[in-house]
């Protein structure tokens, strides 16, 4: 893990540190690398919405049996790597 240095004013300096206790994190690192993650989701779903708006703005096309498997083998997939049984 790297480190990197922040400069905040006082105002925001203290936001974090109460943010951090009323929150239950042990540290400001700890709770700075929760809100990155947060924004990381968030522009994630944004890309996702994108993509499934541009994908509605397209042909319809059928979906077939081979579709369907494939669709559901991908989430098996997914499932199985994030330890989650169906």
Do not use: C, H
Request: net charge negative; charged share 35%.
């Amino acid at each position: 893990m790297t480190t990197m240095n922040i400069s905040l004013p006082d105002e925001m300096k203290a936001f974090v540190e109460t943010q951090m206790t009323e929150e239950g994190y042990a540290s400001t690192s700890e709770y700075l690398r929760m809100l990155i993650r947060e924004a990381q989701k968030r522009k994630a779903k944004d890309e996702l919405d994108a993509m499934l708006l541009e994908g509605l703005k397209g042909p319809m096309t059928e979906l077939t049996k081979d579709d369907w498997k494939d669709i559901e083998r991908e989430v098996l997939e997914s499932l199985a790597g994030e330890n989650i049984r169906p």
